[in-house]
């Protein structure tokens, strides 16, 4: 599984060593001052993959473009635009010109609605039940326990 995220890196120039020449944890990376841009098609929904070639896009020299198939949770796209960074999303594809900096901002970290998922289920099958959970960040790409109770 480490490839979906190491084979994309590597053609940006990411230098990448693990256990065996498969890539396995723990990894080793390297960068290169010359990052290379990537036009890239996610194989599978991943967020996590998306992030870590978006940040590598921040540094790349020139235009990295991202496509997924599927939607995926859009906290990283939101969170490099409050810290300053430009990129465009249009439906499914995502553009970086790189290199930019980002410029530091003072965050507050909600909780997390797949966690309070449990204690949401938990309020709706005990009787009587009253339940307040504060601070939990929801956005228009994580409501799916929303919508199913």
Known sequence: PMDRVTLPLKKMGVSISGQTERDLP????????????????????????????MFAALQAKGESVIIEKEYTRNH???????????LSVDSK??????????????????????SAAFWLVAGLIVPNSRLVLQNVGINETRTGIIDVI
């Open 26 to 53: 723990p990894l080793r990376l390297k960068g290169t001052k010359n990052l290379r841009p990537i036009h890239y098609e996610l194989p599978i929904a991943s967020a996590q993959v998306k992030s870590a070639l």
């Open 93 to 114: 594809k995502i553009t970086v010109q790189g290199p930019q900096k980002l410029t530091g901002q003072k965050v507050v970290v909600p909780g997390d609605i797949s």
């Open 76 to 86: 990283t796209e939101d969170m490099l635009q409050q810290f300053g960074g430009h």
